[in-house]
C-alpha cells in the first residue's frame, strides 16, 4: 500500500513570493489533514478536509493561506505572499475517519525556507 | 477544550536500559490518546493508540503506554532501549466526537551505547 506522498521535499524561496504544496493520500481515506510543524514544537493543525468539504480550517491563516481538495482525493496547499516566519515543515495525513479518532498516516513532509 | 504536555524535551538514556517518556493530557471528555514517533527525515508513525478499551496499550517495537485516569497521564514505556529507538516521540489527544487532535511539544529520545 502506498503511502501519503507530499511534493516537494524542499522549498526555498524568498519573501512576498508565492509557494504551493501538494499532497496525495492513502487510497480510500476520506480524511485528509494539513499540519505546520516549527523548530522543536509538534504539529499544529492548519485545515482538515472530510471528502472535498474543509471541516476545519479554523487555525488557517485565511489572508495568505488557502487549500482545496479538489474531488475528494489530493489537496494543494498554498500561500500567497509569503513571510519569514511561514518557515516550517508543512505536514499532510490522512485517515479512514475522525469520528471516533482514528491513525493518522503522515507524509514526510515539505520543508520551506523563506529568505 | 484539551491540551497535552511532554514533560520532558530531551531524554537521554544508555541502550539496554528502560526508556520512560512522560505525557500529562487534559480533556474535558474521555479521550483518544495516541503516541507517535518520527525519526530523521521520515514521517511521523504511530507507535500505539488507547480508545477505551484495555489500559495498557501495546504497540509496536517493544513500547507500551499505560492509561491513568485519575492522573491524566499517558506515559510511554519500553524495558530496554535500542540504538534505533533515537527519534523524536509526540503524544496526542484527540476529542472522541470532534475530530480534533493536539500534539504535544515532543520528546527527543538519545539513546547512548
Known amino acids: 500500500e502506498a503511502g501519503v506522498v507530499q511534493s516537494p521535499r524542499y522549498k526555498i524561496i524568498e519573501k512576498k513570493q508565492p509557494v504551493a504544496f501538494w499532497c496525495n493520500p492513502i487510497?480510500?481515506?476520506?480524511?485528509l489533514y494539513w499540519y505546520r510543524q516549527n523548530l522543536g514544537q509538534g504539529p499544529e493543525l492548519l485545515i482538515r478536509?472530510?471528502?472535498?468539504?474543509?471541516?476545519?480550517d479554523s487555525q488557517l491563516p485565511k489572508d495568505r493561506f488557502s487549500a482545496e481538495r479538489l474531488k475528494g482525493v489530493d489537496s494543494t496547499l498554498k500561500i500567497q505572499p509569503a513571510e519569514l516566519g511561514d518557515s516550517a515543515v508543512y505536514l499532510c495525513?490522512?485517515?479512514?475517519?475522525?469520528?471516533?479518532?482514528?491513525?493518522?498516516?503522515f507524509g514526510p513532509g515539505t520543508r520551506l525556507t523563506v529568505l | 477544550a484539551q491540551s497535552v504536555t511532554q514533560l520532558d524535551s530531551h531524554v537521554s538514556v544508555s541502550e539496554g536500559t528502560p526508556v520512560l517518556l512522560r505525557c500529562n493530557y487534559s480533556?474535558?471528555?474521555?479521550?483518544?490518546l495516541f503516541w507517535y514517533v518520527q525519526h530523521p527525515n521520515k514521517g511521523l508513525q504511530l507507535l500505539l493508540k488507547y480508545t477505551s478499551a484495555a489500559t495498557l496499550v501495546k504497540g509496536i517495537n517493544g513500547f507500551e503506554a499505560e492509561f491513568k485516569k485519575s492522573e491524566t497521564s499517558f506515559h510511554l514505556t519500553k524495558p530496554s532501549a535500542h540504538m534505533s529507538d533515537a527519534a523524536e516521540y509526540f503524544c496526542?489527544?484527540?476529542?472522541?466526537?470532534?475530530?480534533?487532535?493536539?500534539f504535544g511539544d515532543g520528546t527527543t529520545l538519545t539513546v547512548k551505547p
Open positions: 480533556s474535558s471528555y474521555s479521550p483518544s
Open positions: 496526542v489527544v484527540s476529542e472522541p466526537n470532534a475530530g480534533k487532535s493536539t
Open positions: 495525513a490522512s485517515s479512514t475517519r475522525t469520528i471516533p479518532p482514528d491513525t493518522q498516516y
Open positions: 478536509y472530510e471528502n472535498e468539504e474543509a471541516v476545519d
Open positions: 487510497s480510500g481515506h476520506n480524511t
